[in-house]
């Protein structure tokens, strides 16, 4: 390794002079670097130094962009690998739409090896500048952190610029004002009440149930009667369906678990089973063009005790 200085004239016969990073990486790999400055030249060669001794280092010719790493992510997410499983279909459509919509118009044809702490922090200014809500630049930054992780394990890059900045906080002075979550506006009893009088028809036992029970709108749409269990009064979770309607297991293990309900609401959901079985329907939601009938609707709360 090794630096040197290199001075040239253009067409037009002014001197110009750079410094050169002469250096070879991990895999014995040569590779040129220039600066204009001396000290920038020593400052990137001890920490390429140190990233060559660890095996880790990417030079700038051999990096992918942010684009490419990106597209990569989403092929993970949709395919798995031989160590995860793909992710729900979902999940995928807000990877794509984070990645095609907020980093690549931005950050696209950016090198990973040459992005920076301070590169995420423009990143993240210029999103709120084109309209982006805070919550939505805190999402696309926590995905563009994945892409960058993605790359690192396939040892595309050395280090993760986008998580190293998050890690590096400032400090809140003393007796500053803590940021408090929104608080989150429940209804009230005489609004549940109100709800559950103006149901009517096979839509009474779907919003009794995602009154009292607290079932995610998935959880709802993958309900099927046999989970129903009229005479322990207790519904099991086993399963829910997606947006798209395909079936599949629980979000996590302690999504699999017994909802209790209390004895009235057995009566007034038996009627909404025994006209899905007079109409040979399997599930619980009164969807019109299903053959099953699924549970289609959710809402905040869960006045049952869960197990």
């Not at 993970?76 to 793909?86: C, R």
Request: hydrophobic share 35%; charged share 30%.
């Amino acid at each position: 390794m090794s630096i040197r200085k290199r001075k040239w004239k253009t067409g037009k016969g002014e001197l110009r002079a750079a410094w050169v990073v002469d250096y070879s990486d991990q895999h014995g790999k040569r590779h040129l670097k220039s600066f204009d400055r001396k000290k920038d030249a020593d400052a990137w060669l001890a920490g390429a130094a140190h990233e060559i001794r660890r095996g880790t280092h990417t030079a700038d010719s051999s990096s992918v962009t942010v684009g490419e790493a990106g597209e990569r992510w989403i092929a993970l997410a949709e395919n798995g690998d031989s160590e995860t499983e793909p992710l729900e279909a979902s999940t995928v459509a807000q990877y794509r739409q984070h990645l095609d919509l907020h980093i690549k118009p931005f950050l696209g044809d950016v090198k990973l090896s040459r992005l920076t702490g301070p590169d995420v922090k423009k990143f993240k200014a210029e999103l709120r500048e084109e309209g982006r809500s805070a919550a939505m630049v805190r999402k696309v930054a926590v995905s563009l952190g994945s892409i960058v992780a993605d790359a690192q394990d396939a040892g595309l890059v050395a280090q993760n610029a986008v998580r190293d900045s998050a890690t590096r906080k400032r400090r809140r002075p003393k007796g500053a004002a803590r940021h408090k979550s929104p608080e989150i506006k429940k209804p009230t009893m005489e609004e549940l009440v109100a709800f559950i009088s103006n149901a009517e028809g096979r839509w009474r036992p779907l919003i009794i149930t995602a009154i009292f029970t607290g079932l995610r709108a998935s959880e709802l749409r993958g309900l099927t009667w046999d989970a129903v269990d009229f005479g322990a009064r207790v519904i099991r979770v086993r399963q829910r369906a997606d947006k798209w309607n395909e079936i599949g297991p629980p979000k996590s293990k302690a999504g699999y678990r017994g909802c209790r309900l209390r004895r009235w609401w057995s009566t007034r959901c038996a009627s909404g089973k025994m006209s899905a079985r007079r109409a040979t329907l399997d599930w619980c939601s009164p969807t019109a063009r299903a053959t099953s009938n699924r549970l289609a609707t959710s809402t905040s709360g869960a006045l049952a005790r869960c197990s």
